[in-house]
């Protein structure tokens, strides 16, 4: 899956959010650390997303948009 993040440099390095998923952010000394580092950012947040739905015994649907 692809997402599109926004990337800042700061005077520590980069920082990195998914717009498309709330609080979802990272950073790096690096803007290749801070894209490895949000692609794993990613990946837990997805799998934490996927662990409360289950628990909350809802169901997916998809939806033409």
């Known amino acids: 899956m692809i997402y599109k993040v926004a990337l ?32 794993q950012a990613i990946r837990e947040y997805l799998e934490v997303a996927a662990e409360l739905a289950d628990e909350a015994e809802a169901r997916e649907v998809e939806v033409a948009v």
């Open 8 to 39: 800042f440099r700061s005077d520590e390095g980069y920082s990195v959010s998914v717009p498309g998923l709330p609080g979802c952010c990272s950073q790096g000394e690096t803007e290749a650390e801070a894209l490895e580092n949000i692609a």
